[in-house]
């Protein structure tokens, strides 16, 4: 069962945001990772160090993991930013300010 109809949920229209250029559908009240994972998309940051892929670990804010750049503002929280119509996502790496 989708969780939408576990909760009786019923959203509002979809909306379109990018993510590195690409189209995704998003639902009001989503968050940004709710969005992405909704797309089938679970990593999008990689470390400073070692280049591994992240992306939602705690998924309340807690631990970073889900850092992402959201309309030219890094180091945004994925799990704790609303995804709003038209909004630009884009992967992070390192610390998102280009070193």
């Given amino acids: 069962m989708n969780p939408l109809e576990l909760v009786g949920a019923e959203p509002g229209p979809g909306f379109t945001v990018t993510l590195d250029g690409r189209a995704i559908t998003a639902l009001p009240g989503q968050t940004v990772a709710a969005a992405l994972w909704t797309a089938g998309i679970t990593s999008w940051r990689t470390t400073r160090g070692s280049g591994r892929p992240r992306g939602v670990l705690c998924g309340i804010g807690v631990c970073f993991d889900c850092l992402v750049t959201v309309n030219d503002r890094p ?14 996502i884009r992967t992070q790496e ?4 280009g070193g």
């Fill in 75 to 88: 180091n945004q929280r994925a799990c704790l930013v609303p995804v709003r119509p038209g909004d630009t």
């Fill in 94 to 97: 390192g610390t998102g300010h």
